[in-house]
């Protein structure tokens, strides 16, 4: 099991921007922010691997950006140009292997305990 923690989550009007952080400690491979949303599922926002292997949901494509430092095994997402639609609480999911589908929440095996984003003027 590995133990992931987030940071930086917060409040921030439309069109502003934050850093989400997730340190992990075990062994990962491919790591991944998710977001939910009270009634909905949790759905994959940004996924990358060690291998380089990176994905975007479509709706973030150009306004998110996600990095992994894999020596220390800090995964970011920087997140521009904020809408109210971003707002939920983001997980940082971290699996051991090479995942097939990087936004898909089944292929994780370890999650963060979420930080809360909140978009609105």
């Known amino acids: 099991q590995v133990e992931l923690v987030e940071s930086g989550g917060g409040s921030v009007q439309p069109g502003g921007s934050l850093r989400l952080s997730c340190s992990a400690s075990?062994?990962?491979?491919?790591m991944a922010w998710f977001r939910q949303v009270p009634g909905k599922e949790r759905e994959g926002v940004a996924g990358i691997c060690n291998d380089g292997k990176t994905t975007y949901q479509h709706s973030v494509q150009g306004r998110f950006t996600i990095s992994l430092d894999k020596a220390r095994k800090d995964l970011s997402l920087q997140m521009n140009n904020l809408n109210a639609e971003d707002t939920g609480m983001y997980y940082c999911?971290?699996?051991?292997?090479?995942?097939?589908?990087?936004?898909?929440?089944?292929?994780?095996?370890?999650w963060g305990q979420g930080t809360q984003v909140t978009v609105s003027s």
């Open positions: 999911g971290s699996s051991p292997y090479r995942n097939y589908n990087l936004l898909d929440r089944r292929e994780y095996l370890s």
């Open positions: 075990g062994r990962t491979f491919c």
